[in-house]
């Protein structure tokens, strides 16, 4: 699952695909070359852990 937000109406679409023609549902806007996000394994926010462990 996938999702991308809308660089026009800044809406959220929802697909299981992310590959192919993606129109924005709200303002049909072809929104293919918007960076598409996960919402489950949260890829692109996740900050980048630096592998910090805990002094002991
Ligand atoms: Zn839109």
């Given amino acids: 699952m996938f999702r991308k937000k809308c660089d026009r109406c800044q809406k959220y ?8 023609k993606w129109e924005c549902p709200y303002c049909f806007k072809d929104i293919s070359h918007v960076k598409e996000e996960d919402p489950i394994n949260k890829v692109i926010f996740s900050p980048r852990f630096k592998g910090e462990k805990a002094k002991e």
Wanted: aromatic residues 24%; glycine residues 12%; neutral net charge.
């Fill in 13 to 20: 679409s929802y697909s299981s695909n992310a590959f192919g």
